[in-house]
């Protein structure tokens, strides 16, 4: 069922997206691409982008559609080869490339969700939360392969490889606001080789970014970042949509993003004995928070909750199971409701960020206690046998 329905949504979203380029995201990042090779230093520039997508799009410039590209220039690098193609022919290409990431996606949260017992659990999961509807209303996005890199760096995080696990997770510097609360909560769990290897990655990405542009693009690309992000924060997912909605000011949802990330800061370091060792579930945690207080997530980006529901899975994996199927469903039900109460999503959210630290601190628990009876049966002078860890997972929660 969850293969017929979602699947279905997918390819329905794919189909719209190819007739349709103008009206996704595909349109800015095909710009993107263009003007990364034909006028990189204005690749931030509205009139710029203005100008290319009218062309894309065989319409008058004097129309004033724009689509804003505004992610990092190495992003539109990236997208370089689309420079000289038709945006129906580099959208079809991008559908394509995408739906193949979403099945690379899969794969990898399947390979994460080995420890659930039940396989057809296990499928269940991993099609509903990389398969949700919020993510597959945007086919042309980023998401897919920051999924990708998600999941890779935590099975590289498997195999105690951690200073490539931190350079892949660099690859969400894409949308930094889904990454920003990683850093503590990498700094928590003193997994420093982890840390360190985000933040190089993430430092070369900019880096990189800057000798495209120059400093006055990368600029122009925070003014441009600044002008438009305020004036979508009420249709975001994080908690901040609600006060903007609620004020109508864009602003007033980033200065409660502000206050939110300090408590989520302090709540990071309230659980640090928690994640203390523990890097895999740092990052899932800091991503859970960075999702619930940033100012600008869109709704694709539930696609990244498959690592917090895969902790999740780990204690409960029929309540994994049920927030994973939630999140469609949410979408569905509030699609029904009138525009200004459709604010669903951020309590979806609430609800992962809730049950994956209390999944966190449970295993962290009975990790403890199991850890207290070994030391106390060799005490006694009976033989000490280690079981697997965490009964044969993926990856271990301990450095």
Known sequence: MLVAVL????????????????????????????????????????????????????????????????????????????????????????????TLL???ALLLAFRLLAPVSSGSVQLAIAIAT????????????????????????????????YGWAGLVLATLILKPQVLWLVVPALIAARSWRYLGGLLAGSAAWIAVSVVITGPAG?????????????????????????????????????????????????????????????PVAAVAVGLDLSLLCSPHVTTEDFMLVALPIALIARRWPLLALGEAIAISVVEIVQLQLPSGAQHLQPFMLAAISVTTLLSVRHVASSTTTSSSKRTGRVSRGTELHLPAPLGGMPFPDSQ
């Open 130 to 161: 990389v398969m949700n509807i919020p993510a597959v209303e945007a086919i042309v996005q980023w998401d897919s392969l920051m999924t990708v890199a998600l999941l890779g760096s935590v099975l590289l995080a498997g195999r105690r490889q």
């Open 102 to 104: 979403f099945a690379l």
């Open 218 to 278: 990368f600029a122009a690309f925070l003014n441009l970042v600044a002008s438009t992000y305020p004036g979508q924060t009420d249709r975001s997912i994080g908690l901040p949509s609600l006060v903007s909605a609620v004020t109508g000011s864009g602003g007033a949802g980033f200065v409660t993003a502000a206050c939110l990330g300090a408590i989520a800061v302090a709540v990071i370091f309230r659980f640090r004995g928690v994640l203390r060792g523990r």
């Open 7 to 98: 699947g279905t949504a997918l390819v329905m979203e794919a189909h719209r997206e190819v007739t349709d380029p103008g009206d996704s995201d595909a349109i800015a990042l095909v710009a993107g691409g263009r003007l990364v090779v034909s006028d990189p230093t204005n690749l931030y520039s509205p009139v710029a982008q203005e100008r290319t997508e009218a062309v894309l799009l065989h319409i008058p410039a004097r129309d004033h559609f724009i689509a804003p590209f505004t992610n990092v220039a190495a992003g539109a690098l990236l997208l370089s080869p689309f420079a000289h193609t038709d945006l129906w022919v580099a959208t079809e290409i991008s559908v394509f490339v995408s």
